[in-house]
């Protein structure tokens, strides 16, 4: 502590900003708006969408 020369210590600087580009982890929508993945949910939606309808419509 700076006690003996009667001053209170500094605060600490805040950190920097951190650059636009850094290597944080990206979100859901993210992973979202990649086009493989899209194709794949249509064709599982698209499977389950077809297996809902011969059950309503057929049996």
């Known amino acids: 502590m700076d006690a003996e ?5 500094s605060p ?4 920097p900003p951190a650059p ?7 979100g859901c929508l993210f992973a979202l708006s990649q086009p493989p993945l899209m194709i794949f949910l249509a064709v599982i ?3 389950l969408m077809m297996a809902a ?7």
């Open 5 to 9: 020369q009667g001053q209170a210590p």
């Open 20 to 26: 636009a580009h850094s290597t944080e982890p990206r």
């Open 45 to 47: 939606g698209c499977l």
């Open 53 to 59: 309808l011969h059950d309503l419509l057929l049996l």
């Open 12 to 15: 600490c600087e805040p950190a």
